[in-house]
């Protein structure tokens, strides 16, 4: 073989045979031969690596000078080329965004175990053959819309909390009065920013149209309230009642909690909050909404503002007759990261086609960006045929979009869908230094609350209930509520802790009736329980009062779940704990999760952003053991019952 080209083939001796001098000299010369043409390879492969790395480079910059100039990849080359950072138009579901943060994080994990394997290998003095390591991913450099990485900035901390008084031109005496009978004595750091911009845009909406806003602050930094003063103030003004404001929660109780607040300050005026969230049967909902008139012609409609969750909103839609939300000026998406993930029930089109009637003809994507002036000019004049929230509905005005979240997405591929129209972005400042407006280098970073103490336990998995207990009955921790991973989890450390100790416990979960879990939430604020277990349906926005304590006993798959979970407690500036459980294997996971959320530029060593151990030795568990141990025998016992009974109820189903 005198040239090597792409295609040589390299025969490598694997069977030695018997050790005579003849076959070794002639192995030796094989070995030789094999390893000039090894090395030949090598050098090839690495130039061929090189040469496609190179041509790699000037592609990427081509697209982003080509993106820079406002033209987008596809138009320039006509093909796809996918951008890292960006998700998929299929990543529809909450699952979906999450399977993105994990796979971020395992990218990380293998990140930091790239160096330990390659040095194990060559300690095991292997051949390495052509490309042993994988091929560095080269990053592009994402190009961010302006509205995202100058957002206004506002302190986390909720001490910076300023006077009502100052607040006397933006909100009336009637709102000051209700504010102060509620307890409500000074405005929050997001609520300073939010309800005079709020204010402003909606007084002005019939001259300007307002730009879409989106807040992302802090688990329990009073978002609600900054959009139920405006909202408030703004439609008291209204003569006839027409469902004007919608406002989208991902699931029942958190429409019930923001539809109670609504309720609070809607008093003493004429204006009527109505609820959809299957709380009553279908004809009784209905029949308070939308009411037929005396003549039979007509319909009214019995609310100014409607809350929901968006199963109920589209079946109100689909089948309730004579209502319609042709009319609707304001939608608000209340934990929109969520919302927005659950896009793929088709609740946006479904209000699309109650706004626009039967004029709409299809989905519209006439706003997908938001910077370029000329496709906002259009936006203003929009044809006929546009059908998208960001027509004007029959009442002439377009519909205002205010999105809330303390994990807000500014994935623009999600946001795309809710056609944002000249969005502004108010968000918590990662950095206190910083002032109101600024540039953001992280425009995706969410945050804890500033008064939540962190804490990470490390404990194999059949130790875990013992520490709930420990820190339960030993610590006397109380008003505790306590995130397992599944239903099933929560089921099994319930049986075991009523098993172990005299604690008064709780299980919470979506099989329960609202009403049941109203009692028991009453009983938990009251301290009449001293533990509630439940898994992640109740993780986001529940405004329980008072909550000490917030346990992960499975730890969290990701940042948001994380910030979620925790931000049940230390809410309103009010102190807070959390405590997360880890097995000695998911510790390098959540040490990734911790970094992420509490990231600092002026913080380098990496270590300096995990959350602090509290150690809980096995002596101290020491005396629960015994107990532990029976009722680990009666779970198991149970649970044989259980499945036996499961069986005998299939067996009988099917005859
Ligand atoms: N200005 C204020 N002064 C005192 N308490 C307030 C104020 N604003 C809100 N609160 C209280 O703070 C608590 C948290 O508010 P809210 O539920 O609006 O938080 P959030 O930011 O929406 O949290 P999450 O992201 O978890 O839904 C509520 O009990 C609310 O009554």
């Not at 109780?253 to 109505?274: E, I, N, P, R, W």
């Not at 839609?317 to 000026?329: C, M, P, V, Y």
């Not at 407690?569 to 880890?582: E, F, K, P, S």
């Amino acid at each position: 073989m005198d040239s090597m080209d792409s295609m040589d083939l390299v025969a490598i001796p694997r069977f030695m045979g018997h050790n005579t001098d003849a076959h070794d000299q002639h192995l030796t010369t094989m070995n030789t031969q094999t390893t000039h043409l090894l090395s030949k390879l090598i050098a090839e492969s690495k130039t061929r690596k090189k040469l496609r790395l190179s041509s790699q480079l000037d592609q990427s910059s081509d697209a982003n000078v080509l993106k820079s100039d406002g033209i987008t990849n596809d138009e320039a080359s006509g093909e796809d080329i996918a951008e890292p950072n960006e998700g998929t138009h299929e990543d529809n579901s909450e699952e979906a965004e999450e399977d993105k943060q994990n796979e971020d994080i395992d990218e990380e994990m293998s990140e930091d175990m790239s160096e330990v394997v390659d040095t194990e290998l060559d300690s095991n003095n292997f051949a390495i053959i052509g490309e042993v390591k994988k091929a560095k991913i080269i990053k592009l450099e994402t190009i961010t819309d302006k509205w995202i990485t100058k957002p206004v900035i506002f302190e986390r901390d909720i001490k910076n909390s300023k006077n009502l008084d100052e607040f006397s031109d933006v909100i009336d005496e009637q709102m000051m009065d209700l504010l102060s009978k509620n307890r409500i004595n000074r405005l929050f750091p997001v609520q300073q920013q939010v309800i005079p911009y709020l204010v402003k845009c909606l007084n002005n909406s019939h001259i300007i149209r307002p730009k879409d806003v989106c807040v992302c602050s802090p688990t329990g930094s009073g978002k609600t309230l900054s959009f139920v003063i405006p909202i408030v103030q703004y439609l008291r003004k209204r003569v006839v009642t027409k469902v004007r404001v919608l406002v989208v929660l991902p699931v029942r109780d958190l429409a019930v909690q923001v539809f109670q607040v609504f309720h609070t300050y809607c008093q003493k005026t004429s204006l009527k909050v109505g609820l959809v969230v299957g709380h009553k049967s279908f004809d009784e909902e209905c029949h308070s909404i939308v009411r037929k008139s005396v003549d039979g012609l007509n319909y009214h409609s019995l609310v100014d503002i409607l809350v929901a969750t968006p199963g109920k909103l589209v079946d109100l839609i689909q089948r309730a007759d004579g209502f319609s939300l042709r009319h609707l000026e304001i939608l608000v998406l209340d934990e929109s990261d969520r919302m927005v993930s659950e896009l793929q029930f088709n609740w946006l089109q479904e209000i699309e086609s109650s706004v626009f009637g039967n004029n709409r003809k299809h989905h519209c994507f006439c706003s997908i960006d938001g910077t370029d002036n000329d496709s906002q000019l259009n936006r203003y004049h929009v044809s006929n045929e546009c059908c998208c929230l960001n027509n004007r509905s029959v009442n002439s005005k377009p519909i205002h979009k205010i999105l809330f979240s303390a994990t807000l997405s500014t994935d623009p591929e999600k946001l795309k869908f809710i056609s944002l129209f000249e969005p502004i972005l108010f968000m918590v400042s990662s950095d206190p230094t910083s002032s109101t407006s600024g540039n953001t280098s992280n425009p995706t970073k969410h945050l804890v609350p500033e008064e939540l103490k962190e804490f990470m336990i490390i404990a194999k998995e059949d130790r875990k209930p013992l520490i709930v207990w420990y820190l339960m009955e030993v610590l006397k921790y109380r008003k505790v509520l306590c995130f397992t991973g599944s239903v099933e989890n929560s089921h099994r450390l319930y049986s075991l802790l009523k098993e172990m100790s005299g604690l008064v416990i709780a299980e919470f979960s979506s099989k329960l009736s609202a009403k049941r879990r109203e009692k028991l939430l009453n009983r938990f604020v009251c301290e009449k329980i001293d533990l509630i277990i439940c898994s992640d349906i109740f993780a986001r926005g529940l405004d329980i009062d008072g909550i000490n304590y917030v346990i992960c006993y499975d730890p969290p798959r990701n940042e948001t779940q994380y910030i979620h979970r925790v931000g049940r407690t230390a809410r309103a500036g009010n102190q807070g704990t959390a405590i997360t459980l880890v097995t000695p294997t998911q510790l390098s996971h959540f040490n990734i999760i911790s970094r992420r959320i509490h990231k600092r530029s002026d913080c380098k060593d990496k270590s300096e952003l995990q959350i602090e151990k509290m150690v809980v030795k096995e002596s101290q568990l020491k005396p629960q053991l015994s107990k532990y141990k029976s009722a680990l025998n009666k779970l198991s016992l149970y649970i044989k019952v259980d499945a036996k009974k499961k069986q005998i109820m299939k067996r009988n189903f099917k005859h």
